[in-house]
Each structure stands twice: as C-alpha cells, then as structure tokens.
C-alpha cells in the first residue's frame, strides 16, 4: 500500500553533470507523470507513460531531457548538460486505469535539484 | 504555458474564517482538479469537478465551476491552522489518464 516513492529527495549538482532521478509508482498504476516545479511556479507538465503505448514528450523542455520507464514500473527522468535554470523540484505521479480512479494522480514527494 | 492564474497569491485569515480561492483557465476542459501542497513537496488529491456540473462538495470544501467564465472556486469553511498550505487548480482537456496543466497557486496561511 505504499504511495508513490522518488529518490534521491535531494541533489547538488554541478553545471554541465547529467543527474538521474527515479520515480517508484503506485504498484499497478499504469500511468505516470514527470512534472517539474521551479520556484514559487505552479507545476510544469514534462512526459507522460501510459502503459506500453509511446510516451507523450510534448513537455521537455529541451533534448537534454529524457525519460525511460522499464518494465511498466519504475521510470528514470534523465537531465544532461544540466543548466542552472534546470533547479527545481521534480515531481512524479501516477494514476489508475480503474475508472472511477484513473483521473486522481497521485503525488510523490518529489526531488529538489540544484545545479550550481 | 501555464493553463491560467489562482487569485489571490497569497491569503491570510485567522482560524474559523471561510477561504476563498479563484482558478481561471484559458481552454476547453473535461474537469477541473484542486490539490493542496504543504511545505513545498508533494501534491495532495483534494476534489475534482466536471465540466457539466456546477458544484461540488467534500466535507468542508465547495468547489464551483463557471465554463462559461472559464473559472472556478474553492471554498474552504470553517479553516484550521492545518490548512495552511498552497493549493493549486488543474486542468484536464479529457477525460481518463491526461498530463493536468495546473495553475500557479494560492499560499494560505490559517493564523490560529
């Protein structure tokens, strides 16, 4: 019954370091969400898994943003080349295909990022 | 983009006062969700609205839907100290499994 998991919860890095940041789902919800949430902004939709089907990447920013989800589960937001203007906290959230669920998303707590 | 803008940034009231919250948006939704985020981290689930209905409630929030005005309401009665935290409006163009364009929030402070 665990709720939706990210590490780490928080990362320094340097300008120019690629950073990994995984996100563990609800156990059986079959879609997930990246948001990212820059300083006293609202959040800002970046990729979307729904099952087996093609992401919908409509939200990178640039193409040093990716993002993987293996295996119907767990999903790994890849940023390269980090810049300052990528500090943020990065959220993660998945929801149910069920139907009477599938329109509630369900938030980790998210990592904060800084790149110095 | 962000889909619209909540009114007020920020909102002081002293415990037992009623909150009022204000979302507006720019496009055609199937619903409208508000969530509530303390201390900056993860967002909390607290009420969605459809686009056909006009009200709704949850305990002691009331939320309201204008389509026509493209804007919607949170009401919170009765607010706690625990209730200080931002609470943010999104939206969704369908139904289902859909990335929400949220808003940038409103900071409410319940003073006890």
């Known amino acids: 019954g665990a709720g939706v998991s990210q590490s780490p919860s928080n990362k320094v890095t340097e300008k120019g370091k690629d950073v990994e940041l995984r996100c563990d789902p609800i156990?059986?919800?079959?879609?997930l969400y990246w948001y990212r949430q820059s300083l006293g902004q609202g959040l800002e939709f970046l990729i979307y898994?729904?099952?087996?089907?093609?992401?919908?990447k409509s939200g990178l920013p640039s193409d040093r943003f990716s993002a993987e989800r293996t295996g119907g589960s767990v999903s790994t937001l890849t940023i390269q080349r980090t810049q300052q203007e990528d500090s943020a906290v990065y959220l993660c959230?998945?929801?149910?295909?069920?139907?009477?669920?599938?329109?509630?998303?369900?938030f980790g707590p998210g990592t904060r990022l800084l790149v110095l | 983009s962000q889909q619209g803008e909540e009114d007020p940034q920020a909102l002081s009231i002293q415990e037992g006062e009623n909150a009022t919250m204000n979302c507006s948006y720019k496009?055609?939704?199937?619903?409208l969700q508000w969530y509530r985020q303390n201390s900056g981290r993860g967002l909390v689930h607290l009420i969605l609205?459809?686009?056909?209905?006009r009200e709704k409630h949850s305990g002691r929030l009331r939320v309201t839907l204008d389509t026509s005005k493209k804007s919607s309401s949170l009401l919170i009665t009765a607010s706690r100290a625990a209730d200080t935290a931002s609470y943010f409006c999104?939206?969704?163009?369908?139904?289902?499994?859909?990335?929400?364009?949220f808003g940038k929030g409103t900071r409410l402070s319940v003073i006890a």
């Open positions: 959230a998945s929801s149910s295909y069920d139907r009477a669920l599938r329109e509630t998303q369900y």
């Open positions: 156990s059986g919800h079959t879609a």
């Open positions: 898994f729904q099952g087996n089907s093609a992401p919908d």
């Open positions: 496009t055609s939704i199937n619903n």
């Open positions: 609205i459809r686009s056909n209905e």
């Open positions: 999104a939206t969704a163009r369908n139904s289902g499994n859909t990335p929400l364009v």
